[in-house]
Every structure is written in C-alpha cells, then in structure tokens.
C-alpha cells in the first residue's frame, strides 16, 4: 500500500508490533522506495530523511532494513541522489537472464567481500483452492545454474578477462576437477554444481605459482581481490567456503 514513509514509520511500527505480538521481525521490506518515498529521490534532503526514517525502523526492532529500489535508465546504478548508495551495508542487483534465470549479484557488502552470484528459478506451486474451487497459487526461489553465454550487452562485455584472471579459472578448473569439495548437507551451493573448498583452491594457487603463500595478509588480500573480480563478472559462485564455476 501506498505510505508517507518519512511522516509514518512511527505508526508503522506500531502496527508491526501488534501483528507479531511480542516476536522481533527478522527484516522489513519497503517496496519501493519510489512508493514510499512523499518527495524527490534526487532531492538530497528528501533522501535524508527517508533514510533517518529507514534507519529508526532498524533500530527499533534491531533487524535487517531492505529497501527494493530500482536502476536508472543506463542499468549502472540505482537511481536518486548518491547519499543512499553511501548509507547502504550491503547494495545487490537483481535481474533476469535471457534463460529467465533470476541473477542477484553483491555489488557491495560493507563487512564482507563482493562479488558473491546467486541464481535461482521461479516455480510456480499450488497452495490450495478459493473458495469457487479455483487454485490459488504462488512462486517460489529455487537454487539454479545458469549460463553466462545468457549475458548480453554490458553483462557480455564485463566477462572479457585479463590474462591473469584466465589463469586463474584454469586453477580453478583443475581443483574443481581433482579435489571437489563434499558438498553433503551444503545448501548454499546450487544443485549439480561441483565446487573447491577457498583453502583447497589457495593451495593450488600456491602450487601452481600464482602466488607464493597462502596465509600472509598480502596473499589473501590478492586471492580475494581476484575473486571478487571474477565473481563480478559472473564466471564463478562463491560463499564463504566454497567457490565453483559457474555454468
């Protein structure tokens, strides 16, 4: 529904209250911004406020505060004034692939690395029947793979490597091939993947002569820096244990 976010969010936490009667939410979404936004997105003043108001909720009930906001016409960045990019901990893209595959990449994460690709797929499920017997349904997020040749346009052009960064997948590759991680009881890797352990793929870093060492401050500041740049360019999918190449 339509709000006058800057003017209620004292109400609407009082409404969040009473429907979880005692709970504390994990996380509020407001979608969208646009919609609750009474001002100018572009206005640095309206953009302040709007976000002193995101940041009361948040610290209200000590949760995670999720804007959904969308891209300016270039796809670069998110549209309005620049101060909200700066207020942000974490900032992730979301959009569809030409396999209608739903690709949300971490652009920024304030306490941790970047670059992180989720894919998932929508599947329609049947939650039960109306009351004239029709079916009412809904959709759900499942883990996918997809293809990069789905990338076009700026997605294309962001997958062209540097030579070290080619070395690097084919380091990748080989530990993928010769030592895949166990990935039993591991849910945030997508289904049919294989992928490496981080310390197993370092190790072959170091074997190969990527780099000299795995554990100096300088050795893991350069790991995770390629990484990261592959992962933006969405050849690979990490977590925080595990790194595969994406298909």
């Not at 936490?13 to 994990?26: F, K, N, T, Y």
């Not at 640095?44 to 009361?56: C, E, G, H, I, S």
């Not at 401050?217 to 990261?228: G, L």
């Amino acid at each position: 529904m339509p709000l006058d976010f800057i003017a209620e969010h004292g109400k609407l936490s009082e409404a969040i209250r009473a429907q979880l009667a005692g709970q504390r939410p994990v996380a509020v979404v407001i979608d969208t911004l646009n919609r609750a936004l009474n001002g100018s997105e572009n206005d640095p003043k309206d953009m302040a406020r709007f976000l002193r108001a995101v940041d009361a909720i948040r610290e209200s009930f000590g949760c995670a505060a999720i804007t959904v906001h969308h891209c300016g016409l270039d796809g670069a960045r998110p549209r309005g004034h620049t101060s909200l990019t700066g207020a942000t901990d974490a900032q992730i893209a979301v959009e569809r692939n030409e396999a209608d595959d739903v690709i949300a990449t971490v652009e920024y994460m304030k306490d941790d690395d970047a670059g992180t690709v989720i894919a998932s797929r929508l599947e329609r499920v049947t939650l039960g029947t109306d009351r004239a017997g029709k079916p009412i349904t809904s959709l759900v997020a499942i883990p996918a793979l997809f293809s990069t040749d789905t990338l076009t346009g700026a997605g294309k052009s962001a997958r062209r490597l540097t030579a070290n960064q080619r070395r690097f997948l084919d380091i990748l590759r080989d530990a993928v091939a010769e030592a895949p991680a166990d990935l039993n009881g591991v849910g945030n890797v997508p289904a049919g993947a294989e992928a490496v352990t981080r310390d197993m793929l370092k190790r072959y870093c170091v074997a190969k002569g990527w780099m000299e060492e795995a554990d100096s401050n300088r050795a893991r500041a350069k790991f995770s820096d390629m990484v990261n740049a592959i992962a933006g360019k969405r050849l690979i999918g990490v977590t925080d244990k595990h790194i595969w190449v994406a298909r």
